[in-house]
């Protein structure tokens, strides 16, 4: 099974600011790796997939990048609506392992 | 519009079964592999099972495998998940996710979800 790190756990930050998150495998992921989104009471909501390929719908404020088992993504300046938990998904293979997230909060 | 539409959670004892169900409307459901991402209370998401568009592959988490049975019925648009022998671990919001082909398990739609509550 392929673990998933994220890191922080927390990142405290202000509207405008940027924000960098993490996610380390186990093993290589071969870009099967996907970012989501999940806002209180919400469902998840896809931001990047293939590691680095926007999600329909998504602004470009949000970018993924990285290959094999490290990986970031960045909210270039961060809106009031960014604030969530943010969680990494490999789907290489089986199982599809989440990361435990990365809750970005109001500084 | 791509809609999916969980349904059958609820209250169940341990050790009891209970079906999930999840309809799709919108897309052409046998083009398209399907998951349950679940989450536990407060906890974060927990992949648990996916199928094929065709349904002839099947994978499940190792927390699942052997009480869980994932299937769908293309004629009707609508993925299932029989879930036997419940725990109290099990307990969570289960979600239904859309794959973004037949075979790619990045989950591009997701529905709403329903509660399900194992306890006695």
């Known amino acids: 099974e392929i673990v998933l790190t994220q890191s922080p756990g927390t990142l405290s930050l202000s509207p405008g600011e940027r924000a960098t998150l993490s996610c380390r495998a186990s093993?290589?992921?071969?870009?099967?790796l996907a970012w989501y989104q999940q806002r209180p009471g919400q469902a998840p909501r896809l931001l990047i997939y293939?590691?680095?390929s926007r999600a329909t719908g998504i602004p470009d404020r949000f970018s993924g990048s990285g290959s094999g088992t490290d990986f970031t993504l960045t909210i270039s300046r961060l809106e009031p609506e960014d604030f969530a938990v943010y969680y990494c998904?490999?789907?290489?293979?089986?199982?599809?392992?989440f990361g435990p997230g990365t809750k970005v909060d109001i500084k | 519009e791509v809609q999916l539409f969980e349904s059958g959670g609820g209250l169940v004892q341990p050790g009891g079964s209970l079906r999930l169900s999840c309809a799709a409307s919108g897309i052409i459901f046998s083009t398209y592999a399907v998951s349950w991402v679940r989450q536990a209370p407060g906890r974060g998401l927990e992949w648990v099972s996916a199928?094929?568009?065709?349904?002839?592959?099947?994978y499940y988490a190792d927390s699942v495998k052997g009480r869980f049975t994932i299937s769908r019925d293309n004629s009707r648009n609508t993925l299932y998940l029989q879930m036997n022998s419940l725990r109290g671990e099990d307990t969570a919001v289960y979600y239904c996710?859309?794959?973004?082909?037949?075979?790619?398990?990045?989950?591009?739609?997701w529905g709403q979800g329903t509660l399900v509550t194992v306890s006695s």
């Open positions: 996710a859309k794959g973004a082909s037949e075979w790619l398990y990045v989950n591009d739609h």
């Open positions: 093993q290589s992921v071969n870009n099967y």
């Open positions: 293939g590691a680095s």
């Open positions: 199928i094929s568009g065709s349904g002839g592959s099947t």
């Open positions: 998904q490999q789907y290489g293979s089986s199982p599809f392992t």
